[in-house]
């Protein structure tokens, strides 16, 4: 690994001498996802103390333009790849130096919450306390979280948290109470707590889910939980990855973003495939800079792209700078479908912030990283 850091590959002329892709021109018009993107606001606050419960507040129940061509002879596609990703400093979100080539466990945040039952008054009191370290699902690299309540096997009725706008530890602070709710029928429920992050102009997105069989639970006094938040079960949650490396010029003022690969994507066609392509958006604060895209893979859900896109970006924008990536379905009879997206800066979820600050701590180094593709 040392002796991959010290060769410092420059992805622009390794790309010059020796890789060449084959493009395909697609001139079907393409979805353009960005239309409402609010601003990019910094989202810093005080984090309370992990052990430290906040006081109760009631509540009661509410219902680069790639060079084209063909391969060298003798050499495949896979092959330029492999030797590609071969000449990089590999990192996965979890740890320094990683090949990152195993399945990614993101890392979804944890909540807090409390459950108690009072025999005398046959009421269960669930106790939403707070979320820490929650990835951001929005554009401005943040989120506005809620929970859901269930008593599994019921679903029909459910209750909410209050929203928390541009927060990834929220707050929330709210207690809720099942009344009238007999022992016997509480010991077959199961608490389920699921994490959602609003969104005014689609649907909300699914951060993570935590559930408990209250059998499992003494629940004749107030017992306080922290769970991690694990992937949504009904699999919204999983989109699949994408390799990519970034590679900061500080005398070029550039950033230069190579789309390498991508594995596990969601099927959104059909025929259980998808035709894949990745755009690459430069964003300032709230405004669009610029915009590149890859060529579309047909019929494949591990594309291979090995595309190269720089951008020029001044050290004083840095921290206002925010590389968005969507991986597209491309769809000839419809509106292309959005499989994933990325979003790269210094205030994003855990794993993007990482690569990002590699990138910078890596002048005119390679830094890829496998990343969970988000709703």
Not at 250 to 259: E, G
Not at 297 to 321: D, G, Q, Y
Not at 332 to 355: A, C, F, M, Q, T
């Given at each position: 690994m040392?002796?991959m850091?010290n060769?410092g590959?420059d992805?622009k002329?390794?790309l010059?001498?020796?890789?060449?892709?084959?493009?395909?021109?697609?001139?079907?018009?393409?979805?353009?996802?960005?239309?409402?993107?609010p601003?990019?606001?910094?989202?810093?606050?005080?984090q309370?103390?992990?052990?430290?419960?906040?006081?109760?507040?009631?509540r009661?129940?509410?219902?680069v333009?790639?060079?084209?061509?063909?391969p060298p002879?003798?050499?495949?596609?896979t092959?330029?790849a492999?030797?590609l990703?071969?000449?990089?400093?590999?990192?996965?979100?979890?740890?320094?130096?990683d090949?990152?080539?195993?399945?990614?466990s993101?890392k979804?945040g944890?909540i807090?919450?409390?459950?108690?039952y009072?025999?005398?008054n046959?009421t269960l009191?669930?106790k939403v306390?707070?979320?820490?370290e929650?990835?951001?699902?929005d554009?401005?690299?943040?989120?506005d979280?809620?929970?859901?309540?269930y008593l599994?096997?019921?679903k029909?009725?459910?209750?909410e948290?209050?929203?928390?706008?541009?927060?990834l530890?929220?707050n929330?602070?709210?207690?809720?109470l099942?009344?009238?709710?007999?022992?016997?029928?509480?010991r077959?429920r199961?608490?389920y707590?699921?994490?959602?992050?609003h969104?005014?102009f689609?649907?909300?997105?699914?951060?993570?889910?935590v559930?408990?069989?209250?059998n499992?639970?003494?629940?004749?006094?107030?017992?306080t939980?922290?769970k991690?938040?694990k992937?949504?079960s009904?699999?919204?949650?999983?989109?699949?990855?994408?390799?990519?490396?970034?590679?900061y010029?500080?005398?070029?003022n550039?950033?230069?973003?190579?789309?390498?690969k991508?594995?596990?994507?969601?099927a959104m066609?059909?025929?259980?495939?998808?035709?894949?392509?990745v755009?690459?958006?430069?964003?300032h604060?709230?405004?669009?800079?610029?915009?590149?895209?890859t060529?579309?893979?047909k019929?494949?859900?591990?594309?291979?792209?090995n595309?190269s896109f720089?951008?020029?970006?001044?050290?004083h924008?840095?921290?206002?700078?925010t590389?968005?990536?969507?991986?597209?379905?491309k769809?000839?009879?419809?509106?292309?479908?959005?499989i994933?997206?990325?979003?790269?800066?210094w205030?994003?979820?855990?794993?993007?912030?990482?690569?990002?600050k590699?990138?910078?701590?890596?002048p005119?180094?390679?830094?890829?990283?496998?990343?969970?593709?988000?709703?």
């Amino acid at each position: 690994m040392d002796q991959m850091k010290n060769r410092g590959l420059d992805v622009k002329s390794f790309l010059e001498g020796k890789l060449v892709v084959l493009a395909l021109a697609i001139g079907v018009a393409e979805q353009d996802d960005f239309a409402n993107i609010p601003d990019l606001q910094e989202t810093a606050q005080a984090q309370p103390p992990a052990n430290q419960e906040p006081p109760p507040e009631k509540r009661g129940n509410k219902p680069v333009n790639s060079p084209k061509g063909r391969p060298p002879d003798g050499q495949s596609v896979t092959d330029l790849a492999n030797s590609l990703t071969g000449d990089m400093v590999m990192l996965s979100p979890g740890s320094e130096d990683d090949d990152g080539e195993g399945p990614i466990s993101e890392k979804l945040g944890r909540i807090q919450f409390s459950i108690g039952y009072s025999f005398q008054n046959t009421t269960l009191t669930v106790k939403v306390l707070r979320g820490q370290e929650l990835p951001a699902k929005d554009f401005s690299g943040t989120s506005d979280p809620f929970v859901k309540i269930y008593l599994l096997p019921d679903k029909k009725h459910k209750l909410e948290t209050k929203i928390k706008r541009k927060n990834l530890n929220p707050n929330w602070n709210e207690t809720f109470l099942f009344e009238g709710f007999p022992y016997e029928k509480v010991r077959e429920r199961t608490l389920y707590l699921q994490v959602m992050d609003h969104d005014r102009f689609s649907r909300n997105d699914p951060i993570g889910e935590v559930s408990i069989p209250l059998n499992k639970v003494e629940l004749g006094q107030i017992k306080t939980f922290w769970k991690e938040l694990k992937p949504c079960s009904d699999g919204s949650g999983r989109r699949g990855d994408l390799l990519l490396s970034l590679c900061y010029n500080p005398t070029a003022n550039t950033i230069t973003v190579n789309i390498i690969k991508a594995r596990n994507l969601k099927a959104m066609d059909i025929g259980g495939t998808s035709d894949p392509y990745v755009k690459v958006w430069l964003m300032h604060k709230d405004k669009r800079v610029e915009k590149k895209k890859t060529v579309t893979m047909k019929r494949c859900l591990n594309p291979i792209f090995n595309e190269s896109f720089p951008f020029e970006v001044a050290a004083h924008v840095l921290r206002e700078t925010t590389i968005i990536i969507t991986v597209m379905d491309k769809d000839r009879l419809s509106r292309n479908d959005v499989i994933g997206k990325i979003y790269l800066s210094w205030k994003s979820g855990p794993g993007e912030v990482k690569h990002w600050k590699d990138m910078l701590a890596r002048p005119r180094t390679n830094v890829a990283q496998w990343h969970a593709l988000k709703a």
